[in-house]
């Protein structure tokens, strides 16, 4: 089993204070491997989309850490959050956060444009990646003309052209008939197994999650089960004996005990009130708009808060 792409050591998100604070996220530790595809799923404010913008690098946790490729990056400053965020991490949202007044190849190289790659660069990046998705015959389409599975497509060459390791996606069928929910499903796992492609996969569709390897299942801010699709269950136990061994080393003393039902997470009291200022909650208004923002390549919660 490859060594862990993201980790979280006693993750923490506490919204508000006083007495409207609320609780999101209870303390959680585990890893997510190298080409893993896991599936976050549980009811409606369970902490799903949270957990997924914790791990996402976009927003900051009140406690705990976060770790990419081993290396904590909860203390970063904001710009080098966003450098990473953009380097390593595809987005693909149930909202596609397309400009509809651009075109198809527009949409897909704005990461790059943002990033400064010159036009014709970007240019032949954006047509291959279209290519492999086969909408490089819309490239010069508005993106409005699309129909929804097509949009999505575009969603996913978007998110693929900075070569991401991890792929993020919230809902990603969520706007889509059954028939198109299966071509954008089976593009994603494509990926996943083809080049390797971690994916990281929020939602209520159970088919969806079958198909993934891993189900995280969330309940009022804690992870309740942690199960392995039943192939890669044999693979999952080697994952489960290493837990332990790999968030001790990375954090020395600041080990919680795990689960005794899977060994990689625990669910710990959040402290009293957060030690450190927490960073102002974002609003639902907020979130959709840094969604937007990281979906096409330039996410930064600018200004007070976010990764201190
Ligand atoms: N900015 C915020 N301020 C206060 N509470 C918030 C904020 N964002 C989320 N919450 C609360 O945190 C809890 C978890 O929200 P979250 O969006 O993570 O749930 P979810 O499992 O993704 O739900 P859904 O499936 O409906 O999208 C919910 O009770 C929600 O109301």
């Known amino acids: 089993m490859s060594t862990p ?10 919204y508000g204070r006083g007495p409207s604070r609320f609780d999101a996220l209870k303390g959680l530790t585990f890893e997510i491997h190298r080409g893993e595809s896991v599936a976050i799923v549980g009811k409606s404010g369970s902490g799903k989309s949270t957990l997924m913008h914790l791990l ?10 976060v770790a ?24 693909v949202f149930q909202q596609f956060f397309l400009n509809a007044q651009q075109t198809v190849l527009e949409n897909v190289t704005l990461p790059l444009k943002i990033a400064g790659v010159p036009r014709a660069e970007r240019r032949r990046r954006g047509l291959e990646v279209l290519r492999q998705l086969e909408m490089d015959s819309k490239a010069g389409n508005k993106a409005n003309d699309l129909s929804g599975g097509q949009k999505q497509r575009v969603c996913i060459a978007r998110a693929l052209i900075n070569d991401p ?9 969520g706007n889509l008939d059954s028939a198109t929910s299966r071509v954008v499903e089976d593009i994603l796992f494509g990926l996943h197994r083809e080049r390797g492609i971690t994916l990281v996969i929020v939602t209520h569709d159970d088919d969806l999650a079958a198909r993934c390897q891993r189900r995280l299942s969330m309940q009022d801010g804690r ?4 199960d392995a699709a ?11 004996e290493t837990a332990t061994a790999t968030a001790t080393g990375l954090y020395p003393g600041r080990h919680t005990p795990s ?39 330039r996410a930064d919660r600018r200004g007070e808060g976010g990764h201190a």
Do not use: C, M, W, Y
């Open 5 to 14: 792409v993201l980790e979280t050591e006693n993750l923490v998100k506490i």
């Open 56 to 65: 996402a690098l976009l927003d900051a946790p009140t406690a705990g850490v």
């Open 68 to 91: 990419l490729d081993g290396r904590p990056v909860t203390q970063l400053k904001p710009a080098a959050v966003s450098d990473l965020r953009n380097e390593a991490f595809g987005f």
């Open 165 to 173: 390791s991890v792929i993020f996606a919230d809902e990603p069928t």
């Open 223 to 226: 992870i309740i089960g942690d």
């Open 230 to 240: 039943p192939e890669t269950a044999a693979a999952s136990a080697s994952v489960t």
């Open 259 to 297: 689960s005794p039902a899977t060994g990689r997470h625990a669910a710990v009291p959040p402290p009293a009130e957060p030690e450190a200022p927490a960073p102002p909650p974002l609003s639902r208004r907020e979130r959709r708009r840094l969604e937007s923002e990281a979906a096409a390549g």
